[in-house]
Structures are given as C-alpha cells and as structure tokens.
T-cell receptor
Framework: GNSVTQMEGPVTLSEEAFLTINCTYT??????LFWYVQYPGEGLQLLLK?????DKGSNKGFEATYRKETTSFHLEKGSVQVSDSAVYFC????????????FGSGTRLSIRP | ETGVTQTPRHLVMGMTNKKSLKCEQH?????MYWYKQSAKKPLELMFV???????ENNSVPSRFSPECPNSSHLFLHLHTLQPEDSALYLC?????????????FGQGTRLTVV
C-alpha cells in the first residue's frame, strides 16, 4: 500500500541554521508529493508540491525535489527563522485514489532566536 | 482564509451530550474529509466523502456519525463521547479527479470531552 515516512521530531534549531526534514514514500505508480505546514492554532496549509519525478517545489525559501530513484521528497531551507516554527507534514496522493491523501506523522520544528 | 470554514472553533461537551461539528467549503470541490489530530496519532483520517457519498470509514466508532447533505457541507455528529475523543478535528476538501491538486483545510474544532 501507499505510505509516507518522515523523520521523528521535535527538531530544534537556532535562527539562520540550515534545515532538512527527511521524507520517503512507498507508492504504486507515480504519486504527487506535498509538504504541508501547520502553524500553532491553525489547520494545515500547503507549503509546496511536486507532481512528477525531478520536479522541485519551492515556496517561502523552502524547497523539496521529487526523487523517484530514492523515493524521497526531503524538505530543505537554507536559513530558518523563528516564524518557521510549526509542524511539517509530508504527504502523497496516488493516481489510483486521488481523494485519499496519505500523510506522514508530522515533524515539529522549533527555532530559537 | 483557506476557503474551508469550521464551526465552532472550540467545544466543551459532557459525555452524555450530543453536539455537531460543521464544515463548509465554497471552492467547488467534490471530496471532503474529516481528520482527527491528537498527541497520540498526529493525523488520523476518519471519513472521506466523494460527490456526497461516503467512500471511506477508517474503523471509526459509531459515536461519530458523519453527514454530507451536499458537496459544500459536511457535518460530524457526536454523541456519548469519551474523554479520549478530546482532540482537534480538522475538515478538508479537494478535487477528487486530480491527484495534483492539494487539500484545503479548515482551522479545526478543538474538542474537549469532560
């Protein structure tokens, strides 16, 4: 079946540090891949997405590249800010069941000033 | 503002009460979802509706009863809940035919069962 595995949190970094949150997936066919972010007290919102192999999604300084050969979609940011503190979810949708979004378990990120 | 509105934002209810959560979207989406988010299981899919028909029920106890009267509205009826049902309940919507489009989430209802 389809699944998403992302690194355990919490992750604590200092401001301006480099961020990587790992995400790997298992899926039949060619899924679309997403990163969602949840700020405190809010629902989830889309951060970025990639719909085919080698695509790079980017938004707000965050990037992730769809790597089919390693079945990965790692989230990166070169210099994090305190305002990036949130929970990050990796997710996929598979062609066979577009309405079933598979989420990872989430990674809580805290940025120290 | 994401286009998905949930009410109420906060709800405290006793174990013998009956209450309903409401979700509304005007994005033209045809799939709607209920998720439960708690400390133990970060994001649990509860129900999926496509074109008003329930297509997924992830072994959810019968004390949770969903209703989808049309493609814009989704309800979650609650009765005789347990304290462990306290959680953030999130509603989402998406376009079912396209796997490339994202889900839009409401801000959630924070439920406390006392």
């Amino acid at each position: 079946g389809n699944s998403v595995t992302q690194m355990e949190g919490p992750v604590t970094l200092s401001e301006e540090a480099f961020l990587t949150i790992n995400c790997t997936y298992t899926a039949t066919g060619y899924p679309s891949l997403f990163w969602y972010v949840q700020y405190p007290g809010e629902g989830l919102q889309l951060l970025l997405k990639a719909t085919k192999a080698d695509d790079k999604g980017s938004n707000k300084g965050f990037e992730a590249t769809y790597r089919k050969e390693t079945t990965s979609f790692h989230l990166e940011k070169g210099s994090v800010q305190v305002s990036d503190s949130a929970v990050y979810f990796c997710a996929l949708t598979a062609y066979s069941s577009a309405s079933k979004i598979i989420f990872g378990s989430g990674t809580r990120l805290s940025i120290r000033p | 503002e994401t286009g998905v509105t949930q009410t109420p934002r906060h709800l405290v209810m006793g174990m013998t009460n009956k209450k309903s959560l409401k979700c509304e979207q005007h994005l033209g989406h045809n799939a709607m979802y209920w998720y439960k988010q708690s400390a133990k299981k970060p994001l649990e899919l509860m129900f999926v509706y496509n074109f008003k028909e329930q297509t997924e029920n992830n072994s959810v106890p019968s004390r949770f009863s969903p209703e989808c009267p049309n493609s814009s509205h989704l309800f979650l009826h609650l009765h005789t809940l347990q304290p462990e049902d306290s959680a953030l309940y999130l509603c989402a919507s998406s376009q079912e035919e396209s796997r490339d489009t994202e889900a839009f989430f409401g801000q959630g209802t924070r439920l406390t069962v006392v």
